[in-house]
């Protein structure tokens, strides 16, 4: 997945030279997108050059700018004022965090609406922000660059449902394909008179032309929006799920219909209040949830991840030149960490190579795993000691990055974890550890525990490595060597560490020195 940054690098090896040392990289440090949806404004500030950015700013307004537009071909009125307001506080912001000019897109409520574009030019007079009315078709094509941004690479389709409009876009290696749109957003089918039949057959009608401009698809599908993320965090409720994570969780074709059902029969009040969600957010989620079984009954997808990236970070993903978008997310984003915040930044490399004879004929997936772990095996340093362990898993399993699993945040979590400590059992984490198969934990525990020995022997990111694992799987033997010049680093707590490291491998261990 790390494409040209598998290739060693003179200076960087393995890992390739990270992107923000570029400084066509650093232009992009510090980016300001907004949204105008269809039933929410909403401003971002993307932060760092890494390729999975931080979110340096975030702030969401519910405007309920497409709510009536069936009845009038008007913008809400209420909605407008919200808008107007939050737009004025949106460029006040920008200007505060010296990011100009912002980059303002308005989806399918400004352009449907017969005052969309009057409404875009009163902002520009009041404020100087010019927004770009996007068709569905760009609009489409966005929300994919934003799933792209967090998994480079992918296939599949993705759905991004707004208040107003649902967007459907083929992606095939990194690429954007066939696209289409439709009035399928909740707002417009809370407008459709009659009944729960009268919508079903509606949204039938008009999935059936989507299946025809699209195609036939059997990858994974992507699902954008708040909508889906609400119906995503209701699955989670329903089912007892530990990680309150929506980025990458997973759902099939069963669970989409449980949880459908789940919503129909449910205290809608009760289940906004268990979720966290907002009252305005609830209020779609039940027309949302008609529409999903019939998109996934229609595509048959082969399974169904949520992406908390969409068209904000295909903004983004846009202005990125193409050999920044074909990097790994996750390892940029574990570089930028350890640059900022490591004690000794670049030792991250060192610590892999020294771990890496621990897993012979590893998967490029585990291998990817292995190299973000050592990269921030050190950068929760000032983390209060006897919290250490459990801060590193929780910026491990909960972080904003992109390209990760839930199971793959367990195993990173686990293994810098055991970084810090030899034993997983009592910690408040425990209900999350059956996210990952034993075969996982096993590894990660391992990791960890290598990490821990490799730390102490090294003080200098300069010095040569005076440490070497050999590690021989048929007869259960670890053999640490040492050169003469870091014999006196192995001192008892390193000694203990290499016990316990030969532990968990079920392996004798011995210290040479060469």
């Not at 975030?58 to 809400?76: D, H, P, Q, W």
């Not at 991004?160 to 417009?188: F, H, N």
């Not at 195609?215 to 409720?237: C, H, K, N, T, Y």
């Amino acid at each position: 997945m790390n494409g040209p940054a598998e290739n060693d690098h003179p200076e960087w090896g393995p890992f390739g030279r990270p992107l923000f040392a570029d400084p066509e990289a650093r232009a992009l440090s510090r980016v300001g997108v907004v949204d105008i949806g269809s039933n929410s404004v909403r401003l971002v500030v993307f932060d760092g050059a890494a390729r999975s950015p931080a979110y340096f700013y975030n702030e969401k307004i519910m405007c309920g700018l497409g709510a009536g537009m069936s009845e009038t071909g008007r913008l809400n009125p209420e909605g407008r004022e919200r808008a107007r307001a939050a737009l004025r506080r949106f460029q006040l912001l920008a200007e505060g965090m010296d990011i100009q000019p912002l980059t303002a897109v308005a989806t399918a409520a400004v352009r449907d609406a017969e005052d969309g574009r009057a409404f875009c030019a009163e902002i520009a007079a009041e404020t100087g922000i010019r927004i770009h009315i996007i068709d569905g078709a760009d609009e489409a094509r966005l929300s994919a660059q934003g799933v792209l941004l967090g998994w480079p690479g992918s296939f599949g389709l993705v759905c991004d449902i707004g208040g107003s409009s649902m967007e459907l876009a083929e992606i095939s290696g990194g690429r954007v394909g066939r696209r289409a749109t439709s009035a399928l957003g909740p707002l417009k089918l809370r407008e459709i008179p009659g009944g729960r039949k009268e919508r079903e057959a509606h949204i039938a009608d008009i999935m059936a032309g989507l299946v025809e401009k699209v195609g036939p698809q059997r990858d994974r599908l992507f699902l954008v929006g708040g909508s889906w993320r609400a119906i995503a965090r209701i699955d989670m409720e329903r089912r007892a799920y530990p990680l309150h994570v929506l980025h990458e969780y997973r759902m099939n074709a069963e669970a989409v219909r449980e949880t459908a059902k789940f919503i129909e029969k449910a205290d809608l009040e009760v289940l906004r209040k268990a979720c966290g969600l907002s009252s305005s957010r609830m209020a779609l989620v039940p027309f949302a949830a008609e529409v999903l079984p019939q998109l996934v009954d229609a595509f048959r997808p082969a399974d169904i991840a949520i992406s908390s990236y969409g068209i904000r970070e295909g903004l983004l993903y846009e202005q990125m030149p193409q050999a920044l978008r074909d990097r790994d997310p996750l390892i940029e984003a574990c570089s930028f960490a350890e640059a900022k915040d490591a004690r000794l930044p670049g030792f991250g490399r060192r610590l892999f190579r020294f771990v890496e004879p621990l897993f012979p004929g590893a998967s490029p997936a585990r291998r990817r795993l292995v190299k973000a772990a050592c990269l921030l095996h050190d950068v929760s340093w000032r983390a209060h000691p006897d919290y250490r362990a459990e801060t590193c898993f929780d910026n491990a399993t909960r972080a904003n990055l992109g390209g990760l699993k839930h199971s793959e945040r367990l195993f990173l979590g686990l293994a810098l974890l055991h970084r810090y400590r030899n034993k997983r059992e009592g910690t408040r984490f425990e209900d999350l550890y059956a996210l990952l198969d034993a075969e996982g934990t096993q590894a990660a525990e391992v990791l960890g525990k290598a990490m821990r020995l490799g730390a102490m022997l090294w003080m200098s990111e300069r010095s040569q490595a005076g440490a070497t694992l050999d590690w021989d799987p048929v007869e259960r033997r670890l053999v640490l060597k040492l050169t003469r010049e870091a014999e006196p680093l192995f001192g008892e707590v390193a000694q203990a560490r290499l016990k316990s490291l030969g532990g968990s491998l079920n392996a004798e261990t011995d210290a040479q020195v060469v």
